[in-house]
């Protein structure tokens, strides 16, 4: 069984930056596509970014993309979200998501496609 926790969220100020953490209780991390959703309340849980097993593609939402970046350290079992230049809108609460490369030909910026979730954290961007 896979578990996923996250950290890293907390409270900054608009143009602040966090980096959230997830860590992954798998054998072989480097098999899984990786991915970071959230989730604003009242709204439903979009995209963020992705990055397939292998390292070397990586989805970007459009209201991310030049300021979130993701990275994985497959040594320590951890993808990583850099997040730069927040906004208010960014507030969410932040969910790693994680699918074995063994599903195929899959959408990563899809949530159906991600059997495996962390329990979130909390990122809040002030004005």
């Known amino acids: 069984q896979v578990q996923l926790v996250e950290s890293g969220g907390g409270s900054v100020q608009a143009g602040g930056s966090l980096r959230l953490s997830c860590a992954a209780s798998?054998?072989?991390?480097?098999?899984?596509?990786m991915a970071w959703f959230r989730q604003a309340p009242a709204k439903e849980r979009e995209f963020v970014v992705a990055?397939?097993?292998?390292?070397?593609?990586?989805y970007y939402a459009d209201s991310v993309k030049g300021r979130f970046s993701i990275s994985r350290d497959n040594a320590k079992n951890t993808v990583y979200l850099q997040m730069n230049s927040l906004k208010p809108e960014d507030t969410a609460s932040y969910y790693c998501a994680a699918a074995d490369r063994s599903v195929g030909i899959v959408d990563l910026r899809d949530a159906k496609t991600y059997n495996y979730w962390g329990q979130g954290t909390q990122v809040t961007v002030s004005s």
């Open positions: 990055n397939r097993w292998n390292g070397v593609t990586t």
């Open positions: 798998v054998r072989t991390f480097s098999n899984y596509h």
